[in-house]
């Protein structure tokens, strides 16, 4: 496995799961376009930044993640993943980094993040190092000792409150002060990024209870926690018609519902295939879809229905 990447740089790259980092780009522009409808501007370089400090942010809490994962023996004894979706990289189980190296590039991530961070507080105002200070914490300690949320149940709230933070910030960083409509978008896109996270669970759920990471697909039987599911998605539904009925966001945001498509028909697969979770291949690509649908379609309306 080591000899498969060209070099170095390549491996340090993949380590960091950059298929899932699209969530986090969606959220960053869908933070831009609540900011763009009320000024009918962005600033390009502030933008940017923001931009490759939240994917950091994301690399550094996947990377630390699998290196906690590595140590509680999650990932070692997870044979019935998906791949690449479910049970992180195995680049430790499979040589490519060592232990250390893995915490020193996650850390190094997050690190890297502080003064990004720091730069876009000065140039935004203060209430910015909140929403960083909110973000950073939940990301490490969903995975991270003593507190380690996702192992106490509390991981879909942790993602949930991290990627809305994630459309919060961006657009704090363009508006410079608060608003109520990226917290009506941020909560019904990071909502659906959240069913992601639960579905992941299911094919990971035999090797994360016998590490005791008992998050609620663990510690539910597979026909009940397949429920979650359905809630998930219906609250996030909820969130962005009431957003829209409270005049938080225009009108066509309403179009964002569009995502509970692909999230329907990734919960019937998962009702099908709930005991038999290496089958639930399409019904994460299809979480995957309702995500990025709901904070495109959203970012568009708001950019349609820009105000003035």
Known sequence: MPGAFANRAAALFFSTRPAFLSVTLVGVILGLACAYHDLNRVDLWTGLLTLLAALAVHAGVNVVND?????????????????????????????????????????????????????????????????????????????????????RGLGELSVAIGFA????????????????????????????????????????????????????????????????????AAASGSVLVSGVARRCLPDMALFGLLALLPAVYAAGELFRYCETPQRLANAIKATILAAVVNGVVIAGALVVGRSG
Do not use: M
Not at 104 to 111: F, R, W
Not at 165 to 183: E, K, L, M, N, Y
């Open 67 to 151: 290196y906690y994962d590595s140590i509680n023996g999650t990932d070692d004894a997870n044979t019935d993943r998906i791949f690449p979706f479910t049970g992180g990289s195995r680049f430790i189980q499979n040589g490519v980094l060592s232990p250390r190296g893995t915490a020193a590039l996650g850390y190094g991530l997050l690190a890297a993040v502080i003064p990004a961070g720091l730069l876009l507080a000065h140039l935004s105002g203060p209430g910015l190092l909140w929403i960083g200070l909110v973000g950073l914490i939940v990301g490490w300690a969903y995975s991270a000792p003593p507190l380690e949320l996702n192992t």
């Open 165 to 232: 933070c994630i459309v919060v910030g961006a657009d704090f960083v363009q508006r410079r002060a608060w608003d109520s409509t990226p917290f009506a978008a941020g909560l019904s896109y990071s909502l659906f990024v959240t069913n992601l996270l639960f579905i992941n669970q299911f094919p990971d759920r035999a090797a994360d209870r016998a590490a005791g990471k008992l998050h609620w697909v663990a510690r539910l039987r597979p026909a009940q926690a397949r429920w979650g599911y359905v809630l998930i």
